[in-house]
C-alpha cells in the first residue's frame, strides 16, 4: 500500500530546510535546489550544472571497477586510486614481473598493459525516474509475486534501454523501494594500465595505517580507456584507440589549506543510516563480530597455505588485500557504532518518529505494514549463520565457484532471454567470460582447497536446521569426510585450464548439466539447494520492497517536520557531497591537521614492510627538491590532506574538486573514528582521507618520472 499520508517523492521531499554542509550523498538532481548552501560553503561554479550528467563536471566522472575514477585528459586518461586498480595491476604481475612491487610506467601507448577481461568503466549518460513503471505491475500483490513483478518490469525498462549502442542500463532502488530510476551508462571494455607507483607508495602503511590519520599514501593509479577504431566501446585490441571522453577534469596546481572549499562527486556503494532500529542492532550484536571472526580466519588460512609460495602469493595478493580491508573495515565500523551508542541512539530517534507517527492520518495501516516488515526481518535472521557461510563459499573458491556459474548459466540459456536470472541474460554473458578467463591468475590449487575446507568445515558444524542436505551429500558431514571430498573434487577437476572452462562456457547446456567433471558434477548437485534457498529470499526480499516503503515515508515525513536532511542511503549511483578542507579533534588534547608532509614517510621508515619506503623515494625528500609542488606555508611536500566530506566504500577514486571544479585530492579512506559512517553520520568524526594531488604531481615530475603523461594532463614536469 502506498499511503496518501506520506507520498513524497525524490524531487521535492527528500530535501530537508536545512542540513550540515559537510552531511549528504546528494542526488545530481536536488544540487540546484541547495544552490544557495552551496554557495554560501564556497562553491564558484553554477549549481545548475552539477544536475546535467552530461556536461563538466559530473561528465567526467566515471565508475571504474568497484569505485570511481575520472578523466583527465582528452585522449582517455583516467585517474583513480591505486587499491581500486589493484586488481589490473596484480594481473599483469608475476614474480618474474613485481608489477606490485616495482610499480609500472608505460613508457608508450604501446607499452600500456590490458586490464583483466571483466574490468569495466562505465560513463553515466542518463539518470530518470520509472517509479510508476516499476510498481505498475506489483500493486496488490505481495511476497514473491511482488519481487517477481518488480524484476520483470526492472528487466523490460532495461532491455529496451539498452537496445542504443553500447549502453548499460539498471534501475536504482531508491528509499528500499520507494522510488526507481533507470541509469544509462556508457560501458567501456578496453581498460589498460599506465601508471601504477610500487605499492610502498601506493599503500604505504598497508593495514596498520589503515583507516587512520596521519596518512602518507600515494594511492593513485592511471589507466586508459579504449574504443574501436569507430569510436564505440569494443574488447581489447591493438587497432583501438584511446576514448575521447565528453569532458575531462583539470588537476589543480594551486595550495590548499584548512577552511578551503571541497566537493566530492563519485559512486558510493552502500549506506544504512535508514534502517529500522532493529536492523541497527542486528549489526552491532551480530553481523560484525562474526564477520570480524570470518574475514580474521580466512585470511589466516590463505596465508598458512602460501607460506613461502612466491606465485601463489601474487595471485592471492588481491584477495587478501580485499579481506584485510574488509575485516579492518568491520572492526571500525563495530567499534565506531559503540563509542556513539548507535543501537540506543537509533531506537530513541525510532521510537520518537512513532510517537510523531501517532498523530498523522493512516497511521494504524502504516504501522501494521512497519510491523510486518519487521517479522520478515525476524525471519531472516534465523539463518544468518548459514547464509554468511554459504555465501563465502560462492564467492571465495575460485574454481568451484566456476563451476557453479557454469551450471547456473547452463540452465539459465534454457530460457527465454527476459526470463533469465539478473545476472545470467545475454548482457551478462561477456562478464561472465571475462570473469573464466582470468581464474588462472588468482587461483592456486592448496590455497583454494585451505580455503574451502576451512569454510566447510565451519559450516558442518551448524544446527542441524540450518544444514542443507545438498551440501551435506556433496561435502560429507565430518571435517574428514570434508578434506578428503575437496581432495577428489580438485584431484579430477579440469576447470583449473583456461581452454577447459571457456569450453564449457560454450557448451550446450545439456552437455553442461550431464558432464562427467567432478566439480561441476558438484555444482550441479547443488544447484537444487542454491535455487531453494533463493526462492526463500526472493520471498523476504519481495515483501521488504513492498513494505519497508511506509517505513520510510514515516521517517521522512518525521525528519523534515524537524527540518533534518534527508538524502536516500547510498546505493552505487553517482553522488555529490561538499564541506571543506578540515582539522578534527578526536579526543581531549589532540587535534588532527589537514595536510601531512614527506616528513612523515621517513619518520614512519622502517626498512620493513609496510613501512619500508623506496629508496628513490627517500632519496628524493632527502634532496628536497620540490619546486612548485612545496606548499608555500609549511616549506615542503604535502602528502595527504583531510576534508569533512561525506564517503563510504565506493568513494575511493573519487575526485575532490575546489571550487572551480579542478582536482586537489583523490578519495581514498575514512578515519577510523567515522568508519560507522555507513550506518550512523556524525559530524563530529566523520572526515575522509585524501591523495594530495601535489604529491602527485611532484612523484611524477621527480621520483618516478612520467613528464608524457604530466604533458598529457596539462601540468609543468616540475
Given amino acids: 500500500m502506498r499511503h496518501r499520508l506520506l507520498a513524497l517523492s525524490l524531487s521535492a521531499g527528500l530535501l530537508a530546510a536545512s542540513a550540515h554542509a559537510d552531511e549528504g550523498m546528494w542526488l545530481p538532481a536536488q544540487l540546484p535546489q541547495i544552490a544557495d548552501r552551496l554557495r554560501e560553503a564556497g562553491f564558484e561554479g553554477d549549481p545548475a550544472a552539477l544536475a546535467d550528467l552530461t556536461r563538466p563536471p559530473l561528465n567526467a566522472v566515471v565508475k571504474v571497477g568497484g569505485g570511481t575514477g575520472a578523466f583527465v585528459s582528452g585522449e582517455g586518461l583516467l585517474l583513480t586510486n591505486h587499491h581500486v586498480a589493484f586488481g589490473v595491476i596484480q594481473y599483469n604481475s608475476s614474480p618474474e614481473r613485481d608489477l606490485i612491487g616495482e610499480g609500472f610506467i608505460a613508457a608508450t601507448r604501446a607499452d600500456e598493459l590490458p586490464a583483466n577481461p571483466d574490468f569495466r568503466v562505465r560513463v553515466t549518460t542518463g539518470f530518470d525516474k520509472v517509479t510508476d513503471r516499476i510498481l505498475a505491475g506489483a500493486r496488490g500483490k505481495a511476497g514473491r509475486a511482488y519481487y517477481d513483478a518488480i524484476d520483470a518490469a526492472e528487466k523490460a525498462l532495461v532491455a529496451e534501454c539498452e537496445q542504443a549502442p553500447a549502453t548499460r542500463c539498471s534501475v536504482a532502488n531508491m528509499h528500499y523501494g520507494t522510488d526507481f530510476y533507470l541509469v544509462r551508462q556508457l560501458e567501456l571494455r578496453d581498460v589498460r594500465l599506465v601508471y601504477a607507483p610500487p605499492e610502498a607508495i601506493g599503500n604505504y602503511g598497508d593495514e596498520v595505517d589503515n583507516f587512520m590519520w596521519p596518512r602518507h599514501s600515494g594511492d593513485f593509479t592511471l589507466l586508459r580507456a579504449y574504443v574501436g577504431p569507430d569510436g564505440q566501446p569494443a574488447p581489447y585490441s591493438e587497432d583501438n584507440v584511446p576514448y575521447v571522453p565528453p569532458a575531462h577534469l583539470q588537476v589543480a596546481t594551486d595550495a590548499v589549506q584548512a577552511g578551503d572549499f571541497a566537493m566530492l562527486a563519485g559512486y558510493p556503494g552502500r549506506t544504512y543510516r535508514h534502517r529500522m532500529a532493529s536492523e541497527f542492532a542486528s549489526q552491532v550484536e551480530w553481523t560484525l563480530p562474526e564477520r570480524v571472526e570470518l574475514y580474521a580466519g580466512l585470511i589466516e588460512t590463505i596465508e598458512a597455505a602460501i607460506g613461502d609460495d612466491a606465485d601463489a602469493k601474487v595471485k592471492y595478493a588481491s584477495t587478501l588485500a580485499g579481506l584485510e580491508n574488509g575485516l579492518k573495515r568491520a572492526q571500525g565500523e563495530l567499534d565506531g557504532l559503540r563509542r556513539s551508542n548507535a543501537v540506543a541512539t537509533r531506537r530513541a530517534d525510532e521510537q520518537a518518529m512513532l510517537d510523531w507517527l501517532a498523530g498523522q492520518p493512516e497511521a494504524a495501516a502504516i504501522r501494521a505494514d512497519i510491523a510486518a516488515a519487521q517479522a520478515v526481518i525476524d525471519a531472516t535472521d534465523a539463518t544468518r549463520e548459514r547464509d554468511q557461510l554459504l555465501g563465502a563459499i560462492g564467492r571465495f573458491p575460485h574454481l568451484l565457484g566456476s563451476a557453479m556459474r557454469l551450471q547456473r548459466l547452463a540452465l539459465e540459456r534454457g530460457k527465454p532471454d527476459a526470463q533469465r536470472e539478473s545476472g545470467y541474460q545475454q548482457r551478462d554473458e561477456a562478464l561472465i567470460e571475462g570473469g573464466l578467463k582470468q581464474v588462472q591468475r588468482r587461483y592456486a590449487e592448496r590455497v583454494e582447497k585451505a580455503l574451502l575446507v576451512d569454510l566447510l568445515t565451519q559450516y558442518i558444524a551448524l544446527p542441524q536446521a540450518q544444514r542443507v542436505p545438498e551440501f551435506d551429500t556433496v561435502f560429507g558431514t565430518t571435517p574428514g569426510q570434508v578434506r578428503a571430498r575437496v581432495d577428489a573434487l580438485y584431484a579430477g577437476t579440469t576447470l583449473d585450464e583456461e581452454a577447459a572452462r ?37 520471498t523476504h526480499a519481495g515483501e521488504l520492497l513492498r513494505l519497508r516503503p511506509a517505513y520510510m515515508r514515516a521517517l521522512i515525513g518525521y525528519r523534515e517536520s524537524r527540518g533534518e536532511a534527508v538524502y536516500p542511503d547510498a546505493n552505487s549511483t553517482l553522488r555529490v557531497s561538499y564541506g571543506r578542507v578540515s582539522t578534527m579533534d578526536p579526543r581531549d588534547g589532540v587535534r588532527y591537521l589537514p595536510l601531512t608532509t614527506v616528513a612523515g614517510i621517513v619518520e614512519k621508515h622502517t626498512g620493513v614492510a609496510p613501512f619500508d619506503a623506496p629508496q628513490p623515494l627517500l632519496d628524493a625528500i632527502a634532496r628536497g627538491d620540490f619546486g612548485s609542488t612545496a606548499d608555500p606555508e609549511l616549506g615542503t611536500q604535502t602528502v595527504n590532506l583531510l576534508t569533512n566530506l561525506d564517503t563510504t566504500g565506493g568513494n575511493s577514486g573519487s575526485p575532490v574538486l575546489d571550487a572551480h571544479g579542478r582536482v586537489i585530492g583523490l578519495n581514498f579512506d575514512s578515519n577510523w573514528e ?10 563530529r568524526y566523520k572526515r575522509a582521507i585524501h591523495v594530495d594531488m601535489r604529491y602527485m604531481r611532484w612523484l611524477m615530475a621527480k621520483v618516478y618520472p612520467a613528464p608524457q603523461l604530466l604533458a598529457e594532463m596539462g601540468l609543468p614536469a616540475e
Fill in 502 to 538: 571457456l569450453r564449457w562456457f560454450n557448451a550446450a547446456p545439456a552437455d553442461v548439466a550431464a558432464a562427467d567433471d567432478p566439480l561441476l558434477r558438484a555444482a550441479a548437485a547443488l544447484q537444487p539447494a542454491i535455487l531453494r534457498l533463493e526462492a526463500e529470499d526472493k
Fill in 674 to 683: 567515522a568508519v560507522s559512517a555507513s550506518w550512523k553520520f556524525d559530524p
